[in-house]
Structures are given as structure tokens and as C-alpha cells.
């Protein structure tokens, strides 16, 4: 497709079920990131993967999340043992260079995450 | 934590009236971006700012980084319903990864 997408666009889990969330990024973009935004809030910054290497993953909350690029492309969020404080949109983006926050980064619809 | 901060966080214009958007912080940052979200999509850049005092027009729309590149302002000339949105700046720290660091956000509503 032309621009990012995840899947699925809305997923509902009891408390203690772990959950994958996927990311088709652009094809041949270098760069991905993964936010979490909370409601009423703006995106805060979870993960970064260059290629398939995993650059900088200081703003995942907890080891109940993880996060994998295996082959460069396609990434995958998993959260484990989910709580009601990880209800939120999961946002992925994507940008074509490497680094530097003056590229652009193209953001996929998000996932939307309800823990019940 | 919330290193941006934006105000207002809510506003409601007519259409036709101006407004101004504003996005402060104590840190420096390499560059800031503004950004527009919709309900249920993801935020879509608006324009990239570099260089401190540095003025970016977007047709009625208009955008100033501060001297010191620690806060930026977006201005809207006669608001129209279709810039009904969710507007979010967004600054970078520098370095090589480029994560961004996003302040709460405006909701603005404009009223035909």
C-alpha cells in the first residue's frame, strides 16, 4: 500500500491476555517507531528500530513490552499480561532516512487497544 | 512527561476568525513539527521548522520557531471548518534517532 498500516485497527482484551499489534511500514523506509498516545494525550515515543536493529527502546513502560523488526520491514508490538493502564492508541511511523527529526515520519492510523 | 507544552488545549472559533496555537518548553530542540490529527488516523506533518526565528507560511496557515528554538507558535488567517483537528507540535532532541517529543495537543473546532 502507499502509506502505513496496522492491524488490527481495534483490539479489546481482558486484563492478564497478551496482545501482538502489527506495523506494515512504507516499503524501503530505513527508520520505524512505535508511540503510545492515551487518551486526550499527544503520542509519547515507545521504540526505534533502524533496519531491523532495535536503536532505542527507553520509552517501552514496562518488560511486559516488546518489540521485534526481524527482517527490516514489517514490525510487531507485543504486550504481555496487558493492564487497564495500557488502554490507548498504538501509532507506528515510518520514515525513508535514518535519524535526525528533520525527516519526515508518515504515521500509520493506529491501533486502538481496550483493556477491560 | 510532557516537555511541550501547548495552549490552549481546547478552543471553538466561528469560521473566519483568527487564531493562534502555541507550543512552549525550557529545552531546546534541533527542529519542531506541527502536525494535524483527525479522529481515528494518525497525525500528518504540517511543516518542519530548523532555524531559530524561522517563518513557514502553509497557505492560511503560519508558523514561526522561536529565536532561542525553544518554542514555535501556528497561526490560522480566517479558520475554515475543514481545519477542524487536533494540532500537535512536535519537537526533536537532536542525534541520530530522531524520536519526536509531542506536547498534549489543540483540539480546535471551527463552527460553520
Known amino acids: 500500500g502507499a502509506g502505513v498500516s496496522q492491524s488490527p485497527r481495534y483490539k479489546v482484551a481482558k486484563r492478564g491476555q497478551d496482545v501482538a499489534l502489527r506495523c506494515d511500514p512504507i516499503?524501503?523506509?530505513?527508520?520505524l517507531f512505535w508511540y503510545q498516545q492515551a487518551l486526550g494525550q499527544g503520542p509519547e515515543f515507545l521504540t526505534y528500530?533502524?533496519?531491523?536493529?532495535?536503536?532505542?527502546k527507553s520509552g517501552l513502560p514496562s518488560d511486559r513490552f516488546f518489540a521485534e523488526r526481524p527482517e527490516g520491514s514489517v514490525s510487531t508490538l507485543k504486550i504481555q499480561r496487558t493492564q487497564q493502564e495500557d488502554s490507548a492508541v498504538y501509532l507506528c511511523?515510518?520514515?525513508?532516512?535514518?535519524?535526525?527529526?528533520?525527516?519526515?515520519?508518515?504515521f500509520g492510523p493506529g491501533t486502538r487497544l481496550t483493556v477491560l | 512527561t510532557q516537555l511541550l507544552e501547548q495552549s490552549p488545549q481546547f478552543l471553538s472559533i466561528q469560521e473566519g476568525e483568527n487564531l493562534t496555537v502555541y507550543c512552549n518548553s525550557s529545552?531546546?530542540?534541533?527542529?519542531l513539527q506541527w502536525y494535524r490529527q483527525e479522529p481515528g488516523e494518525g497525525p500528518v506533518l504540517l511543516v518542519t521548522?530548523?532555524?531559530?526565528?524561522e517563518v513557514k507560511k502553509l497557505k492560511r496557515l503560519t508558523f514561526q520557531f522561536g529565536d532561542a528554538r525553544k518554542d514555535s507558535s501556528l497561526h490560522i488567517t480566517a479558520a475554515q471548518p475543514g481545519d477542524t483537528g487536533l494540532y500537535l507540535c512536535?519537537?526533536?532532541?537532536?542525534?541520530?534517532?530522531?524520536?519526536?517529543?509531542f506536547g498534549k495537543g489543540t483540539k480546535l473546532s471551527v463552527k460553520p
Open positions: 529545552s531546546v530542540f534541533s527542529s
Open positions: 511511523a515510518s520514515s525513508f532516512l535514518a535519524g535526525g527529526g528533520r525527516i519526515e515520519q508518515f
Open positions: 516499503s524501503g523506509h530505513v527508520s
Open positions: 528500530f533502524q533496519n531491523e536493529a532495535q536503536l532505542d
Open positions: 521548522v530548523v532555524t531559530g526565528g
Open positions: 512536535a519537537g526533536a532532541r537532536g542525534g541520530s534517532q530522531g524520536n519526536l517529543i
